[in-house]
């Protein structure tokens, strides 16, 4: 399980994308509005990069894996800003990504390093179960200390502050 931040640093150092055991991965993950829009963690907002984040990446990763298969399971599609809708087709009609809407309820990891999902499809209304050799969390943002500090100022507003 890694985080879409480690995921964008084995992109631009160029290191291997593999599995917990160092294989390739067959099957892939992505959960989206993690530690965000989540009253349990207490961050009600949208970070808003992270959708476009996770379609980006699986497009990536669908060009380094061609034979993968990629899902994302999201709550709604956040894609702000231009050409970001565009993007998220080419996922899918280019690249085959599939998309589940569907809030993650349970995860836990096999010997073998797999990770196993329990989801359910909020669009069919089906319980989902699936098995996954790598799985990768779209993590929120939180703002720094010292973003936190300015706001507190009153100079710029700042959710999450
Ligand atoms: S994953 Fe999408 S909807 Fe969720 S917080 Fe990030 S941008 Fe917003």
């Not at 207490?42 to 990446?57: D, E, M, R």
């Not at 836990?108 to 797999?114: A, F, I, L, M, Y």
Request: hydrophobic letters at 35%.
């Amino acid at each position: 399980m890694i985080t879409s931040a480690d995921l964008e640093e084995k992109f631009k150092s160029g290191r291997k994308v593999l599995t917990s055991e160092g294989k390739t991965p067959g099957r892939i993950g992505f959960i989206h509005c993690v530690g965000s829009r989540d009253e349990k963690v207490g961050n009600l907002y949208c970070s808003k990069v992270c959708c476009v984040t996770g379609v980006k990446q699986a497009i990536e990763l669908k060009e380094m894996f061609p034979s993968s298969e990629v899902f994302n399971f999201y709550m709604d599609l956040r894609m702000f800003d231009r050409h970001f809708e565009e993007l998220y087709y080419e996922a899918q009609q280019k690249w085959g990504v599939s998309f589940i809407r569907g809030r993650l309820s349970e995860c836990s990891e096999n010997p073998d390093g797999s990770i196993i999902l329990k989801t359910e499809d909020t669009l069919t209304g089906k319980p989902l179960k699936m098995t996954v050799d790598l799985l990768v969390l779209l993590s929120g943002f939180v703002p720094s200390g010292g973003t936190r500090g300015i706001s507190k100022r009153g100079c710029i507003p700042c959710r999450g502050a």
